[in-house]
C-alpha cells in the first residue's frame, strides 16, 4: 500500500512495514509493536484474561502517548498498534458482561427495547465512543479509519445488501449452524421482533466492523503492511468468536469461518475505502443470531 509516486524509492521506504534486524536480532521498535499483537490474541482467545490484558494495553497506549507529548514528536506506530489493541480488548471484555435471564428465554423476543438488543447497542455505544477518543489522542481521523461521508450510490447499495443479504441469512442462518450450536428452534413468524434485531444487529456490525477492520486494520498497516494487517485481525477476529459455552462441538469450524469472514469484509474495506458495505453485510448476517437468541421457542 505504500505509493511510489513515480519516483526512485528507497528499500526502506517501500517496505516500511517489514522488520528490520540489527546484528541478527529484532530492532526494539519490532520487538515493541509485537508485543500488543501477542496479547491481542491471548485476550481475544482466552476470555478471563481481557480484562487484565486490557489494563495492560492501556497503560502501553498511555506510556507511548506520554513520551510522543514529551519528545514533541508525533505517535509512533507502536502507539497505534497499542490503540487498536485498546479498542479490540474492550470489546472482547464487552462480550463477557452477562445478560439477564429474560435475555435469551424468548419472553422479550419483540419487545423493542429487549434486553438482548439494548445489551449491545450499550456495548457499541460505550466502543464507538473510545475510539472517537482514541482517534482524537492519535490525532487520527475517521477517515483514515474507513467512515468517511458515504456517497449516495454507497449508501443505496448498502441497504440493499442489508436488506437481500438479511432475509436470506434469517431463513437459512439457523439450519446452517445448528451443527456447531445445537438444534434453535427459532421463532421467525413474529414480524414486530424485527425492530430489536435490527438494533442489535447494526450495533453488533457497526462496532467489531469500526475496530476491526477499522482501528486495527488501518493503524497496523501503518507500520506492518496490508499482509500481516489482514491477517492480524482476522486472526483475532476469529479467535474472539470461539469463547462461550454455545458450543455443541468443537468451536474450531466457527473459528475458522469467522476469521475468513474477517478478510472478506477487510477487503472489502481496503477496495471501497469505507466501512459501510461491511457494515451492511455484517448486520445482514447477525439478524438470525438475534432471533435465534431472544425469540427462541420453549
Known sequence: MTPHEGRATTVS???????????GRW???????????????????????????????LVGFAAHLVRARRGATGPSPATFVYGACVLVTLTAAWSGVAL??????????????????????????LVLAAVALVVRLLGSTAGEIGIPPPSRAALALAVT?????????????????EPFFGPLPVALGNVSALVPALLFAVANASMEETVYRG????WVMRSRGPVVAMAVQAAAFGLAHGVGSDFAGSPLP???????????????????????????????LDLWIYYANACLQT
Open 161 to 177: 445488501a442489508l436488506a437481500v443479504v438479511g432475509i436470506a441469512a434469517t431463513f437459512v442462518g439457523p439450519a446452517v449452524a
Open 13 to 23: 521506504t517501500v517496505r516500511t512495514w517489514r522488520p528490520r534486524r540489527e546484528e
Open 215 to 218: 482501528a486495527l486494520l488501518r
Open 100 to 125: 439477564p435471564a429474560e435475555a435469551r428465554d424468548g419472553s422479550s423476543c419483540a419487545e423493542l427495547l429487549a434486553p438482548f438488543a439494548v445489551y449491545r447497542a450499550a456495548g457499541a455505544l
Open 27 to 57: 530492532t526494539r521498535s519490532s520487538a515493541i509493536i509485537g508485543l500488543p499483537f501477542v496479547l491481542l490474541l491471548a485476550a481475544t482467545a482466552v476470555e478471563p484474561l481481557r480484562v487484565p490484558i486490557l489494563l495492560v494495553v
Open 254 to 284: 466457527v473459528m475458522a469461518a469467522t476469521a475468513l469472514g474477517g478478510l472478506a469484509f477487510g477487503a472489502i474495506a481496503l477496495r471501497t475505502g469505507s466501512l459501510l458495505l461491511p457494515i451492511a453485510l455484517h448486520a445482514a
